[in-house]
């Protein structure tokens, strides 16, 4: 699953290099083919995003001066496919980001509808039965330098109180839980839900370099 992660990343970046130049706005899918925790503690269970943002919820005017970062790559919001500048139509609203089984980067406004994508490519990953396996974040592309092991359910609300907010890089997904990147401490902005076992070389693609402040 891993090589084909990679590789349809890959592809929809080689896309986006060759587009032609025009104003960002919608495009039709025919121009493309397209096959409350306690500080750092595991949970009983894998927590999801809706239920976090249920647990944290943003205050409206947070909300509302979000910027999102342009990904490496083409988007699909909301079923609808936008090169990746075409993201800034959604500013001053959250997105919640994940990656198809095929490599495409996906994007809901909804984060109920991002979780029902995501069991729809991957199967129940929300319903797994922990165990002891540990999923890796690198501080480096291609998996390299320091690494933050990350338990099956861990939740990690303040990277800063480890020295690694805004470091993560790539990430290497263990089979025992999806693990969840947040833009902003305590679950806030953007989250990014990468599935069990995926691997992601290049987090700049899928616009999440250097940019979680926490974990769940």
């Not at 342009?70 to 609808?80: A, K, S, Y």
């Not at 401490?185 to 616009?207: N, Q």
Request: aromatic share 10%.
């Amino acid at each position: 699953m891993g090589r084909k992660l990679i590789s349809g990343l890959c592809l929809a970046l080689l896309l986006a290099a060759i587009m032609p130049n025009i104003a960002p706005q919608a495009y039709s899918l025919e121009n493309y083919t397209l096959k409350a925790p306690d500080v750092n503690t595991t949970s009983y269970k894998v927590v999801k995003p809706s239920e976090i943002i249920a647990l944290y919820p943003m205050l409206p005017e947070n909300e509302e001066n979000i910027v999102h970062e342009i990904p490496g790559c083409p988007v699909i919001i909301d079923g609808t496919l936008y090169k990746p500048e075409g993201i800034a139509l959604f500013n001053g609203q959250r997105l919640h980001f994940t990656v198809s089984e095929a490599g495409y980067l996906h994007a809901f406004t909804k984060a109920r509808e991002m979780e029902s994508f995501l069991e729809d490519e991957y199967g129940p990953v929300f319903d797994l039965a922990l165990n002891s396996d540990v999923s890796e974040l690198f501080e480096d592309w291609l998996h390299m330098g320091d690494f933050l092991d990350c338990l099956a359910g861990q939740q990690f609300p303040q990277l800063s109180l480890l020295g690694w907010d805004n470091c993560i890089s790539s990430a290497k997904i263990s089979h025992g839980a999806p693990v969840t990147l947040w833009d902003y401490a305590w679950f806030g902005g953007d989250s990014f839900t990468m599935a069990p076992g995926s691997s992601h070389l290049v987090l700049t693609l899928e616009g999440w370099n250097d940019r979680a402040s926490s974990i769940s």
